[in-house]
């Protein structure tokens, strides 16, 4: 019997499940009545506050069940055809302010739990800079190997928009036109998020958001090339590629420690299961009496469950920056 669908529907509502690819036009049900669609009632709503003043022209349409807090439960373990990726095409995201709205849905969703939101704007680039480095949670970590990149990287990217306020250092980003996507390393990736997201959010949310991050990028470093190798293992056994994997496990640790600086995003959702599952659960404890004063994240269920929420709108974004041509699905009970 399928491990997903035998679960008691009571535990668990709410799946992080199937990647979606980049060219999947289903399930875009919130419409616009300009012709606009989209996958979420967060991100039709941005568009509608940004485009419409809030008023939704005639013909838009939404599902009835949009309620962007209903059906929120503990995920659920999903069994590897869940991990299947999509593969890389050419469409581009559906509209130019799309990484936009994905960062307005992680606040939306953040709205939900609490006011997360920061009461100042930050209009200079060197205010976000100062705000994005002073606040880093860096004693909230007894190594400084684990944040070390992301912070440089956050650092690093500042920099260039303080030098260049006009000139987006995205755009020197190397695009791999057979993938289409972008060949960034993932360090840089998650800094990019960070520094998008970080200074619209209060300093205790902007910690617990960096944290969350960092123990993302812990956890590839940890787990990516097992991850991969058995993706490209289970690719070559079930035909769907003639090239026989080669072993991507790194037999020394430190070296297995690069895994965010030597792979770009193509496979950064591989681990998400186990992420949420698993490396968690285990790690938030670690932290001491630091998690207990988490508000978003934790170790308990119900915190868990927000941050499933958190990684799916990660994927958004990661999808509409093009960092990767694959994304996450949630599916709740009614979809059973």
């Given at each position: 019997?399928?491990?997903?669908?035998s679960?008691?529907?009571?535990d668990?509502?709410?799946?992080?499940?199937?990647?979606?690819r980049?060219?999947?036009?289903?399930?875009?049900?919130?419409?616009?009545?300009?012709?606009?669609?989209?996958?979420?009632?967060?991100?039709?709503y941005?568009?509608?506050?940004?485009?419409?003043?809030?008023?939704?022209?005639?013909?838009?349409?939404?599902?009835?069940?949009?309620?962007?807090?209903?059906?929120?439960?503990?995920?659920k373990?999903?069994?590897?055809?869940?991990?299947?990726?999509?593969?890389?095409?050419?469409?581009?995201?559906?509209?130019?302010?799309?990484?936009?709205?994905?960062?307005?849905?992680?606040?939306?969703?953040?709205?939900?739990?609490?006011n997360?939101?920061?009461?100042?704007?930050?209009?200079?680039?060197?205010?976000?800079?100062?705000?994005?480095l002073?606040y880093?949670?860096?004693?909230?970590?007894?190594?400084?190997?684990?944040?070390?990149?992301?912070?440089?990287?956050?650092?690093?990217?500042?920099?260039?928009?303080?030098?260049?306020?006009d000139?987006?250092?995205?755009?020197?980003?190397?695009?791999?036109?057979?993938?289409?996507?972008?060949?960034?390393?993932?360090?840089?990736?998650?800094?990019?998020?960070?520094?998008?997201?970080?200074?619209?959010?209060?300093?205790?949310?902007?910690?617990?958001?960096?944290?969350?991050?960092?123990?993302?990028?812990?956890?590839?470093?940890?787990?990516?090339y097992?991850?991969?190798?058995?993706?490209?293992?289970?690719?070559?056994?079930?035909?769907?590629?003639?090239?026989?994997?080669?072993?991507?496990?790194?037999?020394?640790?430190?070296?297995?420690?690069?895994?965010?600086?030597?792979?770009?995003?193509?496979?950064?959702?591989?681990?998400t299961?186990?992420?949420?599952?698993?490396?968690?659960?285990?790690?938030?404890?670690?932290?001491?009496?630091?998690?207990?004063?988490f508000?978003i994240?934790?170790?308990?269920?119900?915190?868990?469950k927000?941050?499933?929420?958190?990684?799916?709108?990660?994927?958004?974004?990661?999808?509409?920056?093009?960092?990767?041509?694959?994304?996450?699905?949630?599916?709740?009970?009614?979809?059973?």
């Open positions: 019997m399928d491990q997903v669908n679960t008691n529907k009571d668990a509502s709410v799946q992080a499940r199937a990647r979606r980049r060219n999947d036009q289903s399930s875009r049900d919130y419409t616009c009545g300009c012709g606009k669609s989209y996958l979420s009632y967060p991100a039709l941005t568009h509608l506050k940004q485009k419409h003043q809030g008023s939704p022209p005639q013909g838009t349409t939404q599902p009835n069940n949009m309620n962007p807090k209903a059906n929120r439960g503990r995920p373990r999903l069994d590897e055809n869940d991990l299947k990726e999509g593969k890389s095409d050419d469409e581009r995201s559906i509209s130019n302010n799309e990484p936009d709205e994905t960062i307005e849905q992680v606040l939306l969703f953040l709205d939900s739990i609490g997360f939101r920061s009461v100042i704007k930050y209009e200079k680039e060197e205010e976000k800079q100062g705000y994005l002073n880093f949670p860096k004693d909230y970590f007894n190594n400084c190997q684990d944040y070390q990149s992301i912070y440089n990287n956050i650092k690093d990217i500042t920099n260039e928009r303080v030098k260049n306020p000139h987006d250092p995205l755009n020197k980003e190397e695009i791999d036109k057979d993938k289409n996507i972008k060949k960034t390393q993932i360090s840089k990736i998650l800094a990019y998020f960070l520094v998008a997201i970080g200074p619209l959010l209060n300093e205790d949310a902007y910690k617990e958001m960096a944290t969350f991050i960092v123990l993302f990028s812990m956890a590839l470093n940890e787990t990516g097992q991850a991969l190798q058995n993706y490209e293992q289970e690719q070559y056994q079930q035909g769907d590629t003639d090239k026989k994997p080669q072993s991507l496990v790194k037999q020394d640790q430190n070296m297995n420690a690069t895994y965010c600086e030597e792979q770009n995003g193509e496979h950064i959702l591989l681990i299961n186990d992420f949420i599952l698993s490396f968690l659960p285990q790690n938030f404890p670690k932290l001491g009496n630091i998690e207990k004063t508000r994240f934790g170790s308990p269920d119900e915190k868990l927000n941050a499933v929420y958190v990684t799916q709108h990660l994927s958004y974004w990661l999808y509409a920056m093009k960092f990767t041509n694959s994304r996450l699905a949630l599916y709740t009970d009614d979809d059973q």
